[in-house]
């Protein structure tokens, strides 16, 4: 299983459709810039046969030491960003 780089994905889309590498990387870069922007406004994205990236509020827990497990640690409330997978993501990765 190999790790996929912003760097090797513009490289394998810029070989791919003949474009030149810094247009793929603006484009790219915008794109994250944007999704960014959006789920930090509390929106939800929904890419169709992909999967839906959205904001969840993350409840407060209490967690443990694993070396001295009768401490309780107070893990506090947070927002995380959840992604589901659509269809089509589903099946190709099964």
Avoid: C
Wanted: charge should be positive.
């Amino acid at each position: 299983m190999a790790t996929i780089t912003k760097k090797k994905l513009i490289q394998t889309i810029s070989q791919s459709k003949g474009l030149h590498p810094n247009d793929v990387r603006n484009v790219i870069q915008a794109f994250l810039d944007a999704m960014t922007e959006s789920l930090s406004q509390g929106d939800r994205l929904e890419f169709r046969d992909f999967g839906v990236f959205e904001v969840v509020e993350r409840r407060q827990k209490i967690g443990r030491n694993p070396k001295n497990a009768s401490v309780a640690i107070i893990i506090p409330a947070r927002k995380a960003v959840k992604f589901t997978p659509g269809k089509k993501m589903k099946q190709l990765i099964e």
